[in-house]
Nanobody, 119 residues
Framework: QVQVVESGGGLAQPGGSLRLSCAAS????????MAWYRQAPENQRDLVASISSSGTPTYSDSAKGRFTISRDYTNNTMFLRMSALKPEDTSVYYC?????????????WGQGTQVTVSS
């Protein structure tokens, strides 16, 4: 099993910044893709940003130009730097990690961290 823990959420003012962290631990063989998703109440869970094993990032349209995803390979950690925050960024943010196990990619979710953008 792989454990995934997010941190860094909280309250931010519109226009402000937050930095989320995601740490993977446990029976890690090889972490491939890591990604951030978010889900607001009564909405589906949507992809915010992802980063491949080679470090190639992808962003949703809403995240482009405002959010930056990065990862620390040594510590199996991923970050999301969020800037120019808007009230519509308010959501629970989830980390998703792909771990290769016996030739199969298995995906693990964290418990989520709440981000609230409000004045």
């Amino acid at each position: 099993q792989v454990q995934v823990v997010e941190s860094g959420g909280g309250l931010a003012q519109p226009g402000g910044s937050l930095r989320l962290s995601c740490a993977a631990s446990g029976r890690i063989s090889r972490i491939d893709r890591m990604a951030w998703y978010r889900q607001a109440p009564e909405n589906q869970r949507d992809l915010v940003a992802s980063i491949s094993s080679s470090g190639t990032p992808t962003y949703s349209d809403s995240a482009k130009g405002r959010f930056t995803i990065s990862r620390d390979y040594t510590n199996n950690t991923m970050f999301l730097r969020m800037s120019a925050l808007k009230p519509e960024d308010t959501s629970v943010y989830y980390c998703n990690v792909q771990n290769w196990e016996r030739g199969l990619g298995r995906y693990y979710w964290g418990q989520g961290t709440q981000v609230t953008v409000s004045s």
